[in-house]
């Protein structure tokens, strides 16, 4: 079974450079139809026609899906202009109440050391080793206690590790 390097290998130039171009154009078109999926459940369940709860779960898929883009907004692919990647990854961050600034270092790092446990930020969190334990997490309340509290920690500076780098506190606490 080939791994993705030697598939990107063995595609042909032309349509390895069509298939990674960059493009504001198309990334904003896309951001726009999903905004706008947001905004038409958004208005439906405030509304609340007949069978409206059943959105909800919709929206939250919809809500979460923004993490997708915060993720590639920190590699800078989606749009072709870095300053277009870093607004649209803040707002996103904004939403989910996952700073951008210091989410891209926490990914970093994560990339850089990749399941190695201790080093690998992502590691760091334990995962769900049983079904009580996996329906208290898919609730997404010890999400949203985590990110209030990181808040708290990054807009204090208190929040410590080992690939943040001092210079960048200001910037995230700022953000």
Request: charged share 15%; glycine share 6%; aromatic share 10%.
């Amino acid at each position: 079974m080939p791994d993705h390097l030697a598939v990107i290998a063995a595609l042909a130039p032309d349509l390895r450079d069509d298939l990674t171009r960059k493009s504001s154009a198309k990334g904003l078109a896309h951001l726009a139809g999903h905004l706008g999926a947001i905004a038409v459940c958004t208005v439906l369940i405030v509304l609340q026609p007949p069978f409206w709860y059943l959105l909800l779960p919709v929206q939250g898929v919809l809500l979460t899906f923004l993490f997708t883009l915060e993720h590639e907004a920190t590699h800078r692919t989606p749009f072709a202009q870095d300053w277009l990647n870093d607004a649209v990854g803040r707002l996103c961050g904004l939403v989910l109440v996952l700073p951008f600034v210091w989410f891209r270092y926490f990914h970093l790092a994560h990339h850089r050391w990749t399941n190695q446990p201790g080093n690998d930020p992502e590691l760091a969190s334990p995962k769900p080793e049983n079904r009580r334990q996996w329906l208290w997490h898919v609730t997404g309340l010890p999400y949203w206690a985590a990110q209030v509290r990181l808040m708290a920690r990054l807009t204090l500076g208190r929040e410590r590790q080992p690939w943040l780098p001092a210079t960048a506190m200001p910037r995230i606490a700022r953000e």
